[in-house]
């Protein structure tokens, strides 16, 4: 059987500049958490897992019927990393050659750019990150013989970053001409990102 690909989105944080879970934020009515497990979803990743933390259970009710879901223990101390080895945790028992990483609130970072960073995943010791003119971000590709290390280098915010820093081996995926790079940390944040969708309608 044909390895697959599977999708991570990290969703528990509190969303403290934004006054409240991103995960429950809305776009064109849509809540992120949603939008995002559907993105990668669309991008044929598959399994797809959603990390909740802040606002649960509500957070969990905002998701598809069906869509699979963990908690992630320490969101609140440790951040990032308690959701990246909650995922991890998770996606342990499947048959997975890689992991997409994406965070929630990237929703600039749809399926077609998805689909591309993943398809680097011919190996399982791949590395791949999306890139925005040549600036390496979002989304994270993690081939399954890294799991372990990066699992054990996450802490605080950074997520996998301390894994990936200094590493030659990371292939950047160039995204920019199909996806928008803006996080959405704050309220003026989503102000701008809906004044941006007006005026392209």
Do not use: C, Y
């Not at 809540?31 to 979803?41: D, H």
């Not at 991890?88 to 929703?107: C, H, K, N, Y």
């Amino acid at each position: 059987m044909e390895k697959t690909v599977a999708g991570l989105l990290l969703a528990a944080g509190g969303g403290r500049r934004m006054g409240r879970p991103k995960a429950a934020v809305e776009l064109d009515g849509e809540p992120l958490v949603r939008r995002g497990a559907r993105a990668l979803g669309a991008a044929g990743l598959d399994p797809v897992v959603v990390v909740l933390g802040a606002g649960l259970p509500g957070t969990a009710d905002l998701l598809d019927e069906g869509t699979t879901w963990v908690p992630a223990p320490g969101w609140d101390t440790e951040g990032q990393a308690a959701s990246l080895r909650a995922g991890l945790d998770a996606l342990s028992g499947s048959d997975a050659l890689a992991v997409l990483v994406a965070l929630v609130d990237t929703p600039g970072i749809g399926p077609e750019a998805l689909a591309r960073v993943a398809a680097r995943a011919t190996a399982p010791d791949v590395i791949a990150r999306g890139a925005v003119g040549g600036r390496a971000g979002h989304p994270v590709l993690l081939g399954r013989d890294h799991w372990e290390a990066v699992r054990a280098a996450a802490t605080g915010d950074a997520g996998a970053r301390g894994f990936l820093r200094g590493r030659g081996d990371v292939v950047a995926v160039e995204i920019g001409d199909v996806a928008v790079e803006d996080d959405l940390d704050t309220p003026d944040d989503l102000q701008r990102w809906n004044r941006r969708e007006e005026a392209g309608r």
